[in-house]
């Protein structure tokens, strides 16, 4: 399993890096810990959303209605849990802001929508069996 972080794959050169990590790694599946940025990518990859994202792709994953063929094998994990080569991975999207955190999440707007809301977090202090979390920034003060 490849395991990424912050790719930053929006433009060409961070591109063909993303490429060549998946390609030399050779491995079926990869989990990414957010910014990613580019969602047409090789082999199954299971990321939480970070600060530097897509935001209208990012939307639209999480609410299930991705109509695009710029997005291929990405899988957003947005506090929840998924079954990944037999290991419960579990995340948290986005980052803290401390103006933003009390809203609901349909409030954020425009570049607002890179972070998480306390619901956010709330729903992902409640997952269980949790193998791996991925998190791009977690609260102050959580447990580790």
């Given at each position: 399993?490849l395991?990424?972080?912050?790719?930053?794959?929006?433009n060409?050169d961070?591109?063909?890096a993303?490429?060549?990590?998946?390609?030399?790694?050779?491995?079926d599946?990869?989990?990414?810990?957010?910014?990613l940025?580019?969602?047409?990518?090789?082999v199954?990859?299971?990321?939480?959303?970070?600060?530097?994202?897509d935001?209208?792709v990012?939307?639209?994953?999480?609410?299930?209605?991705?109509?695009?063929?710029d997005?291929?094998?990405?899988?957003?994990?947005?506090?929840?849990?998924?079954?990944?080569?037999?290991?419960?991975?579990?995340?948290?999207s986005?980052?803290?802001?401390p103006?933003?955190?009390?809203?609901?999440?349909?409030a954020?707007?425009?570049?607002?929508?890179?972070?998480?809301?306390?619901?956010?977090?709330?729903?992902a202090?409640?997952?269980?069996?949790?193998?791996?979390?991925?998190?791009h920034?977690?609260?102050?003060g959580?447990?580790?």
């Amino acid at each position: 399993m490849l395991v990424l972080g912050d790719a930053h794959a929006q433009n060409p050169d961070r591109r063909r890096a993303l490429f060549a990590a998946f390609r030399d790694a050779d491995e079926d599946v990869a989990l990414q810990a957010g910014d990613l940025f580019y969602y047409d990518v090789p082999v199954e990859t299971y990321f939480i959303a970070g600060n530097n994202e897509d935001f209208d792709v990012i939307d639209s994953l999480r609410h299930g209605r991705l109509e695009s063929s710029d997005v291929r094998n990405v899988h957003l994990i947005a506090s929840d849990v998924v079954e990944v080569d037999g290991l419960r991975v579990g995340g948290l999207s986005g980052n803290y802001a401390p103006t933003q955190y009390q809203k609901p999440r349909e409030a954020l707007y425009e570049d607002r929508r890179r972070h998480f809301v306390r619901e956010d977090v709330e729903r992902a202090k409640r997952l269980e069996d949790v193998d791996v979390f991925l998190g791009h920034e977690v609260p102050h003060g959580t447990p580790v």
